[in-house]
């Protein structure tokens, strides 16, 4: 197939491969490291949540009342 090509055609496929090629690669990197960035952010405000509901419902768990625990676990939920 490419011996039908002529030298036009030939020299145009090589002048837009290796910046096609470049493209997609530094592309896929940046969207990988995108997604790494968002996993992070998620994982840290997770833990952000967990920091700040551990020492809030200790009375609730200490009490057994499901009504603060669940008033928190609804305000946790919403924020």
């Known amino acids: 197939m490419l011996k039908s090509w002529g ?3 030939r020299l145009l496929l090589l002048a837009i491969m290796p ?24 994982g840290d405000l997770g833990q952000m949540v967990a920091n700040q509901l551990a ?10 009342d499901r009504r603060v625990l669940e008033h928190l676990a609804t305000a946790a939920l919403s924020d």
């Open 55 to 64: 020492p809030a419902s200790e009375f609730g768990i200490a009490t057994g």
């Open 7 to 9: 030298i036009r055609d």
């Open 19 to 42: 910046p096609a090629l470049i493209a997609i690669i530094v592309g896929g990197y940046l969207i990988d490291t995108r997604v790494q960035d968002v996993e992070r952010a998620h």
